[in-house]
């Protein structure tokens, strides 16, 4: 089966540039183009798409709204943010907002490709320790929302103990290695963390141990 894709972005050339790589690639499908984030978010709620390329600044309702307004609707649609910087406050907000990649807009297009089949086979591309770099600079000048960090009163003592590891950036095999298990356990218990909080993958995971402060910036 194709991944279906939608395409936000508020420059027609950009969306039409894009369209042209994915599509010529078999197993890729571009269902939609939105040219703001009010625009997008009613087509991922209307096509169902897997993958959302969503442009962060577009005028009117701009792709970090949209991100939230997605992901708030309970869409399986993953969400990767275009973005023109690789280490800004909107790249942060958009993570925080339910984003499970970003991705600079002059990405070579094999990159573009691979980045939505990972993310459509429910992997977060964005490497944890890329995702910690980013909390480090911006979690102090950007509070959360308003949002309420789940309880971690659900999760056992391990999986709290996996969840602080993931934060700190470390791959299962390292978790393994440091907690003397299996990297199938790891995985195990990786899975199970992000079930009972509902979390979509593990860069939101890193996001959550900042917030509930299992972890805390670098710069603290």
């Known amino acids: ?19 042209m790589i994915l599509e010529a690639r078999a197993d890729l499908e571009v269902v939609g183009e939105a040219g703001d984030g009010e625009e997008a978010a009613l087509l991922v709620e209307r096509l169902r798409p897997d993958v959302v390329l969503m442009d962060v600044r577009m005028p009117g309702v701009d792709g970090l709204e949209a991100t939230r307004r997605i992901v708030a609707s309970g869409s ?21 907002a339910g984003a499970s990649a970003f991705l600079l807009k002059d990405v070579r297009p094999a990159e573009l490709v691979e980045a939505v089949r990972v993310v459509a086979r429910g992997d977060a591309l964005l490497a944890p320790s890329v995702t910690r770099r980013l909390l480090d600079r911006f979690v102090t000048v950007l509070p959360d929302p308003g949002a309420t960090p789940p309880d971690l009163g659900s999760l056992t003592g391990r999986e709290v103990e996996v969840l602080r590891l993931v934060a700190l950036a470390l791959s299962n095999s390292e978790i393994a290695e440091r907690l003397v298990l299996t990297e199938a356990t790891v995985k195990t218990h990786v899975s199970s963390m992000l079930r009972k909080l509902g979390l979509r993958d593990r860069v939101q995971a890193v996001v959550l141990a900042y917030d509930v402060g299992l972890v805390r910036p670098r710069s603290l």
């Open 1 to 19: 089966m194709s991944v279906r894709v939608v395409l936000a972005d508020d420059q027609a050339l950009v969306r039409g540039g894009f369209r």
């Open 76 to 96: 399986p649609a993953r969400v990767i943010v275009l973005t023109t910087y690789d280490v800004d406050e909107s790249v942060f907000a958009a993570l925080r």
